[in-house]
Protein backbone atom coordinates (compact mmCIF):
# COMPACT_ATOMS: atom_id res chain seq x y z
CA UNK A 1 0.00 0.00 0.00
CA UNK A 2 1.29 3.51 -0.67
CA UNK A 3 0.77 6.16 1.71
CA UNK A 4 -0.27 9.28 0.77
CA UNK A 5 2.62 10.58 0.01
CA UNK A 6 3.84 8.38 -2.13
CA UNK A 7 0.32 8.98 -3.79
CA UNK A 8 0.92 12.56 -4.46
CA UNK A 9 4.51 12.13 -5.90
CA UNK A 10 3.15 9.22 -8.44
CA UNK A 11 0.14 10.89 -9.26
CA UNK A 12 2.57 14.57 -9.73
CA UNK A 13 5.14 12.42 -11.81
CA UNK A 14 2.19 11.08 -14.32
CA UNK A 15 0.39 14.67 -15.29
CA UNK A 16 4.07 15.96 -15.51
CA UNK A 17 4.62 13.21 -17.98
CA UNK A 18 1.27 14.19 -19.23
CA UNK A 19 1.72 18.17 -19.80
CA UNK A 20 5.18 17.97 -20.77
CA UNK A 21 3.98 17.00 -24.16
CA UNK A 22 2.17 19.89 -25.64
CA UNK A 23 -1.48 19.81 -24.87
CA UNK A 24 -4.03 19.27 -26.64
CA UNK A 25 -7.11 20.45 -24.25
CA UNK A 26 -7.37 23.48 -22.17
CA UNK A 27 -10.42 22.35 -19.40
CA UNK A 28 -11.68 25.37 -18.09
CA UNK A 29 -13.65 25.13 -13.97
CA UNK A 30 -15.36 27.91 -13.31
CA UNK A 31 -15.44 27.98 -8.99
CA UNK A 32 -18.00 29.79 -6.85
CA UNK A 33 -18.24 27.91 -3.33
CA UNK A 34 -18.40 24.67 -4.25
CA UNK A 35 -15.04 23.49 -2.37
CA UNK A 36 -15.78 19.92 -1.68
CA UNK A 37 -17.18 19.61 -5.13
CA UNK A 38 -14.86 21.09 -7.25
CA UNK A 39 -12.30 19.08 -5.64
CA UNK A 40 -14.48 16.33 -6.34
CA UNK A 41 -14.88 17.58 -10.06
CA UNK A 42 -10.73 17.43 -10.01
CA UNK A 43 -10.01 14.53 -8.92
CA UNK A 44 -11.96 12.65 -11.39
CA UNK A 45 -11.20 14.29 -14.48
CA UNK A 46 -7.14 13.47 -13.31
CA UNK A 47 -8.01 10.26 -12.24
CA UNK A 48 -10.56 8.95 -15.78
CA UNK A 49 -8.58 11.48 -18.52
CA UNK A 50 -5.55 9.09 -19.25
CA UNK A 51 -5.49 9.45 -23.58
CA UNK A 52 -5.91 13.33 -23.67
CA UNK A 53 -3.30 15.67 -23.38
CA UNK A 54 -4.57 18.38 -21.21
CA UNK A 55 -4.17 20.95 -18.82
CA UNK A 56 -6.56 22.62 -16.22
CA UNK A 57 -7.65 26.17 -15.21
CA UNK A 58 -9.29 26.71 -12.12
CA UNK A 59 -10.89 30.48 -12.03
CA UNK A 60 -12.25 31.38 -8.96
CA UNK A 61 -15.09 33.79 -8.69
CA UNK A 62 -14.25 35.12 -5.02
CA UNK A 63 -15.17 32.66 -3.05
CA UNK A 64 -15.38 32.65 0.88
CA UNK A 65 -15.44 28.97 1.56
CA UNK A 66 -11.47 28.50 1.26
CA UNK A 67 -11.78 26.92 -2.34
CA UNK A 68 -9.33 28.52 -3.82
CA UNK A 69 -6.50 27.54 -0.90
CA UNK A 70 -8.07 24.03 -0.85
CA UNK A 71 -7.30 23.75 -4.76
CA UNK A 72 -3.41 25.15 -4.59
CA UNK A 73 -2.83 22.39 -1.99
CA UNK A 74 -4.30 19.68 -3.73
CA UNK A 75 -3.60 20.49 -7.02
CA UNK A 76 -0.61 22.07 -7.39
CA UNK A 77 -0.39 21.03 -11.18
CA UNK A 78 -3.83 22.99 -12.15
CA UNK A 79 -3.19 27.17 -12.68
CA UNK A 80 -5.30 28.44 -10.44
CA UNK A 81 -6.98 32.41 -10.99
CA UNK A 82 -8.14 34.03 -7.55
CA UNK A 83 -10.24 36.31 -8.77
CA UNK A 84 -11.11 39.38 -6.96
CA UNK A 85 -14.40 39.60 -7.25
CA UNK A 86 -17.23 37.46 -8.72
CA UNK A 87 -16.82 38.59 -12.25
CA UNK A 88 -19.91 35.34 -13.56
CA UNK A 89 -19.81 32.41 -15.34
CA UNK A 90 -19.58 33.69 -19.04
CA UNK A 91 -16.46 36.46 -18.23
CA UNK A 92 -14.29 33.90 -16.47
CA UNK A 93 -14.57 31.58 -19.19
CA UNK A 94 -13.79 34.20 -21.57
CA UNK A 95 -10.93 35.33 -19.37
CA UNK A 96 -9.54 31.75 -19.48
CA UNK A 97 -10.06 31.38 -23.12
CA UNK A 98 -8.32 34.08 -24.26
CA UNK A 99 -5.13 32.79 -22.76
CA UNK A 100 -5.23 29.23 -23.96
CA UNK A 101 -3.00 27.63 -26.68
CA UNK A 102 -4.76 24.42 -27.38
CA UNK A 103 -6.99 23.14 -30.24
CA UNK A 104 -9.81 22.10 -27.89
CA UNK A 105 -11.65 24.27 -25.08
CA UNK A 106 -13.42 22.11 -22.98
CA UNK A 107 -15.86 23.67 -20.15
CA UNK A 108 -16.55 21.37 -16.89
CA UNK A 109 -18.88 22.55 -14.15
CA UNK A 110 -17.16 22.29 -10.61
CA UNK A 111 -20.07 20.17 -9.28
CA UNK A 112 -19.38 17.35 -11.70
CA UNK A 113 -17.50 14.29 -11.48
CA UNK A 114 -15.71 12.56 -14.67
CA UNK A 115 -17.26 8.88 -15.29
CA UNK A 116 -15.78 6.11 -17.53
CA UNK A 117 -13.37 8.17 -19.37
CA UNK A 118 -15.74 10.41 -20.11
CA UNK A 119 -13.69 13.33 -21.63
CA UNK A 120 -11.09 10.58 -23.44
CA UNK A 121 -14.59 9.45 -25.49
CA UNK A 122 -15.48 13.00 -25.95
CA UNK A 123 -12.51 14.00 -27.52
CA UNK A 124 -12.41 11.06 -29.68
CA UNK A 125 -16.27 11.76 -30.82
CA UNK A 126 -15.62 14.91 -31.54
CA UNK A 127 -12.34 14.62 -33.93
CA UNK A 128 -14.53 11.49 -35.56
CA UNK A 129 -17.51 14.23 -36.06
CA UNK A 130 -15.76 17.67 -37.32
CA UNK A 131 -18.52 19.25 -38.62
CA UNK A 132 -20.69 19.54 -35.79
CA UNK A 133 -18.03 22.08 -34.16
CA UNK A 134 -19.72 22.26 -30.52
CA UNK A 135 -19.94 18.77 -28.22
CA UNK A 136 -21.32 17.79 -25.54
CA UNK A 137 -22.34 14.06 -23.68
CA UNK A 138 -25.16 12.56 -21.48
CA UNK A 139 -25.38 13.41 -17.69
CA UNK A 140 -26.81 11.62 -14.45
CA UNK A 141 -27.31 12.61 -10.94
CA UNK A 142 -25.44 11.07 -7.90
CA UNK A 143 -27.92 8.40 -7.38
CA UNK A 144 -27.23 7.45 -11.22
CA UNK A 145 -30.55 8.72 -12.81
CA UNK A 146 -31.02 10.55 -15.68
CA UNK A 147 -30.04 14.70 -15.87
CA UNK A 148 -31.77 15.95 -18.74
CA UNK A 149 -30.21 18.99 -18.40
CA UNK A 150 -27.18 18.05 -21.16
CA UNK A 151 -28.36 19.83 -23.58
CA UNK A 152 -31.70 21.58 -25.13
CA UNK A 153 -33.82 22.53 -28.08
CA UNK A 154 -34.06 26.09 -28.84
CA UNK A 155 -37.23 28.22 -27.60
CA UNK A 156 -40.05 28.94 -30.14
CA UNK A 157 -43.37 30.44 -29.80
CA UNK A 158 -45.09 26.85 -28.99
CA UNK A 159 -42.75 26.26 -26.80
CA UNK A 160 -43.25 28.89 -24.54
CA UNK A 161 -47.03 29.10 -24.61
CA UNK A 162 -46.31 25.46 -23.79
CA UNK A 163 -44.22 25.73 -20.34
CA UNK A 164 -46.31 29.07 -19.74
CA UNK A 165 -49.48 27.02 -19.63
CA UNK A 166 -48.57 23.85 -17.99
CA UNK A 167 -48.52 21.65 -21.23
CA UNK A 168 -45.06 20.60 -20.31
CA UNK A 169 -45.44 19.91 -16.97
CA UNK A 170 -48.54 17.67 -18.03
CA UNK A 171 -46.75 15.83 -20.77
CA UNK A 172 -43.23 15.82 -20.07
CA UNK A 173 -42.63 12.88 -22.05
CA UNK A 174 -44.11 14.03 -25.10
CA UNK A 175 -41.77 15.63 -27.41
CA UNK A 176 -45.13 17.99 -29.03
CA UNK A 177 -45.35 19.58 -25.60
CA UNK A 178 -42.15 19.60 -24.05
CA UNK A 179 -40.35 20.51 -27.15
CA UNK A 180 -37.39 22.13 -25.19
CA UNK A 181 -36.57 18.75 -23.25
CA UNK A 182 -37.36 16.69 -26.55
CA UNK A 183 -39.85 14.85 -24.37
CA UNK A 184 -38.43 11.73 -23.09
CA UNK A 185 -35.42 10.96 -24.77
CA UNK A 186 -33.21 9.85 -22.48
CA UNK A 187 -30.16 10.77 -23.99
CA UNK A 188 -28.62 7.43 -24.59
CA UNK A 189 -28.30 8.07 -28.53
CA UNK A 190 -25.89 9.98 -30.81
CA UNK A 191 -28.37 13.41 -31.95
CA UNK A 192 -28.09 16.57 -33.17
CA UNK A 193 -29.04 19.39 -30.63
CA UNK A 194 -29.67 23.33 -30.65
CA UNK A 195 -27.93 23.69 -26.80
CA UNK A 196 -24.91 22.19 -25.43
CA UNK A 197 -24.96 23.12 -21.80
CA UNK A 198 -22.14 24.21 -20.05
CA UNK A 199 -21.49 21.37 -17.50
CA UNK A 200 -19.26 20.00 -20.35
CA UNK A 201 -18.97 21.83 -23.55
CA UNK A 202 -16.41 20.90 -25.98
CA UNK A 203 -15.47 23.47 -28.81
CA UNK A 204 -12.30 23.59 -31.17
CA UNK A 205 -10.47 27.01 -29.47
CA UNK A 206 -10.58 28.76 -33.29
CA UNK A 207 -14.43 28.20 -33.58
CA UNK A 208 -14.84 30.11 -30.16
CA UNK A 209 -12.66 32.75 -31.14
CA UNK A 210 -14.58 33.11 -34.38
CA UNK A 211 -17.48 33.26 -32.21
CA UNK A 212 -16.22 35.75 -29.71
CA UNK A 213 -16.72 33.48 -27.07
CA UNK A 214 -19.62 34.85 -24.70
CA UNK A 215 -21.63 37.33 -25.03
CA UNK A 216 -20.76 39.38 -21.30
CA UNK A 217 -24.38 40.10 -21.09
CA UNK A 218 -25.33 36.92 -20.13
CA UNK A 219 -23.88 37.17 -16.24
CA UNK A 220 -25.34 33.44 -15.36
CA UNK A 221 -27.35 30.88 -17.54
CA UNK A 222 -27.91 31.48 -21.00
CA UNK A 223 -24.49 32.18 -22.61
CA UNK A 224 -24.35 28.68 -23.44
CA UNK A 225 -27.71 28.29 -25.68
CA UNK A 226 -26.49 32.31 -27.12
CA UNK A 227 -23.42 30.84 -28.39
CA UNK A 228 -24.68 27.60 -29.87
CA UNK A 229 -27.58 29.79 -31.41
CA UNK A 230 -25.15 31.77 -33.48
CA UNK A 231 -22.68 28.74 -34.17
CA UNK A 232 -25.81 27.38 -35.66
CA UNK A 233 -25.78 30.68 -38.07
CA UNK A 234 -22.41 29.78 -39.25
CA UNK A 235 -23.31 26.29 -40.13
CA UNK A 236 -22.58 24.27 -37.00
CA UNK A 237 -24.48 21.64 -35.10
CA UNK A 238 -24.03 20.89 -32.19
CA UNK A 239 -23.81 17.22 -31.18
CA UNK A 240 -24.48 14.25 -28.53
CA UNK A 241 -22.90 11.34 -27.94
CA UNK A 242 -23.79 9.14 -24.90
CA UNK A 243 -20.86 7.52 -24.74
CA UNK A 244 -19.25 10.79 -22.66
CA UNK A 245 -21.36 10.62 -19.18
CA UNK A 246 -20.59 12.71 -16.20
CA UNK A 247 -22.31 13.40 -12.82
CA UNK A 248 -24.09 16.36 -12.72
CA UNK A 249 -25.83 18.08 -9.70
CA UNK A 250 -26.82 21.36 -11.24
CA UNK A 251 -27.49 25.00 -9.56
CA UNK A 252 -24.97 23.69 -6.63
CA UNK A 253 -23.51 27.39 -7.07
CA UNK A 254 -26.93 28.87 -7.01
CA UNK A 255 -27.97 30.58 -3.13
CA UNK A 256 -31.75 30.59 -3.33
CA UNK A 257 -34.61 28.94 -5.23
CA UNK A 258 -36.29 32.31 -5.94
CA UNK A 259 -32.46 34.06 -7.09
CA UNK A 260 -32.46 31.11 -9.51
CA UNK A 261 -35.77 31.61 -11.18
CA UNK A 262 -35.08 35.16 -11.57
CA UNK A 263 -31.79 34.72 -13.23
CA UNK A 264 -33.38 32.17 -15.08
CA UNK A 265 -36.01 34.43 -16.31
CA UNK A 266 -34.01 36.98 -17.25
CA UNK A 267 -31.45 34.60 -18.82
CA UNK A 268 -35.05 33.07 -21.36
CA UNK A 269 -36.40 37.13 -21.81
CA UNK A 270 -32.73 38.05 -23.45
CA UNK A 271 -32.56 35.07 -25.37
CA UNK A 272 -36.23 35.89 -27.14
CA UNK A 273 -34.98 39.40 -27.49
CA UNK A 274 -31.76 38.04 -29.40
CA UNK A 275 -32.84 35.21 -31.43
CA UNK A 276 -36.25 35.66 -32.23
CA UNK A 277 -37.88 37.24 -35.43
CA UNK A 278 -38.52 41.22 -33.48
CA UNK A 279 -42.71 40.66 -34.79
CA UNK A 280 -42.67 37.34 -32.13
CA UNK A 281 -40.50 39.31 -29.43
CA UNK A 282 -43.80 40.95 -27.35
CA UNK A 283 -45.76 37.48 -27.81
CA UNK A 284 -42.47 35.96 -25.94
CA UNK A 285 -42.46 38.52 -23.70
CA UNK A 286 -46.05 38.02 -23.06
CA UNK A 287 -45.73 34.34 -22.54
CA UNK A 288 -43.04 34.33 -19.97
CA UNK A 289 -45.12 37.19 -17.56
CA UNK A 290 -47.66 34.43 -17.98
CA UNK A 291 -45.27 31.79 -16.94
CA UNK A 292 -44.57 34.13 -13.77
CA UNK A 293 -48.58 35.10 -13.45
CA UNK A 294 -49.41 31.63 -12.80
CA UNK A 295 -47.38 29.64 -11.36
CA UNK A 296 -46.61 32.98 -8.57
CA UNK A 297 -50.58 32.52 -8.15
CA UNK A 298 -50.76 28.42 -8.15
CA UNK A 299 -48.12 28.42 -5.30
CA UNK A 300 -49.85 31.07 -3.28
CA UNK A 301 -53.08 28.96 -3.35
CA UNK A 302 -51.04 25.82 -2.56
CA UNK A 303 -48.87 27.66 0.47
CA UNK A 304 -52.37 28.00 2.49
CA UNK A 305 -52.60 24.55 3.74
CA UNK A 306 -49.21 22.97 2.13
CA UNK A 307 -46.11 22.09 4.17
CA UNK A 308 -42.45 23.74 4.33
CA UNK A 309 -41.32 22.71 0.97
CA UNK A 310 -44.67 24.50 -0.75
CA UNK A 311 -44.76 27.55 1.04
CA UNK A 312 -40.28 28.00 0.37
CA UNK A 313 -41.85 27.66 -3.50
CA UNK A 314 -44.27 30.07 -3.03
CA UNK A 315 -41.89 32.60 -1.90
CA UNK A 316 -39.23 32.05 -4.81
CA UNK A 317 -42.35 32.12 -7.50
CA UNK A 318 -43.10 35.52 -5.62
CA UNK A 319 -40.09 36.92 -5.88
CA UNK A 320 -39.77 35.97 -8.98
CA UNK A 321 -42.89 37.53 -9.91
CA UNK A 322 -42.30 40.86 -8.27
CA UNK A 323 -39.17 41.08 -9.77
CA UNK A 324 -41.02 40.71 -13.36
CA UNK A 325 -39.92 44.11 -14.01
CA UNK A 326 -36.42 43.82 -14.21
CA UNK A 327 -36.18 40.47 -15.93
CA UNK A 328 -38.96 40.84 -18.82
CA UNK A 329 -36.15 43.66 -19.41
CA UNK A 330 -33.21 41.25 -20.17
CA UNK A 331 -29.72 41.84 -19.63
Known sequence: MFDLAQKLHIRGVMQDEMTSAKSDLTVIVVSYNTCALTLAALRTLFAQTQDTPFKVVVFDNASSDGSADAIAEDFPEVELIRSEENVGFARA????????????????????????????????????????????????????????????????PWSVFCMAFGLTALAPRSEFFNPEAMGGWQRDTVREVDIVVGCLFLIRRELWNRLGGFDLRY????????????????????????????????????????????????????????????????????????????????????????????????AAWSETWHARHDWLKGY
Open 93 to 156: NNIVAAAAETEWLLLLNPDTEVHDRAIDKLMAFARAHPDAGIYGGRTVFPDGSLNIASCWMRMT
Open 219 to 314: FMYGEESDLCLRAARIGCRPVITPDAEIMHIVGAASKTLGRKLVLLAKARSTLIRDHWAPAWVPFGMAMMWSWAAIRAAAFQCLALAGGEKVRAKA
